[in-house]
């Protein structure tokens, strides 16, 4: 059975950071491309970030470029994604993906991001 379990959301003030985490099991993890997407009240899911096998290759969304980092720790089968610099427009309940060809999902984290 193959499970994605995130974890690291919270509240949090503008301009500070959280860090989240997924667990993979079920999986042969480091044969997975991991991703990290987010959806807002009313929104659609969109890409955060995503991270090929071994690390190689890393993509971000615009909105994220250069605050968020993705990373993954295949001994440990997880994924990270590092949030800096937070703003109110990144509050979303953020979703772990793990894709080969077929398309795992989490359960969700809230995160936000508020005075």
């Known amino acids: 059975q193959v499970q994605l379990v995130e974890s690291g959301g919270g509240l949090v003030q503008p301009g500070g950071s959280l860090r989240l985490s997924c667990a993979a099991s079920g999986i042969s993890f480091s044969t997975y491309a991991m991703g990290w997407y987010r959806q807002a009240p009313g929104k659609e899911r969109e890409m955060v970030a995503r991270i090929s096998t071994a690390g190689t290759f890393t993509v971000y969304g615009d909105s994220v470029q250069g605050r968020f980092i993705i990373s993954r720790d295949d001994a440990k089968n997880t994924a990270y994604l590092q949030m800096n610099s937070l703003k109110p427009a990144d509050t979303a309940v953020y979703y772990c993906?793990?894709?080969?060809?077929?398309?795992?999902w989490g359960q969700g984290t809230q995160v936000t991001v508020t005075s």
């Open positions: 993906s793990a894709r080969r060809g077929q398309e795992y």
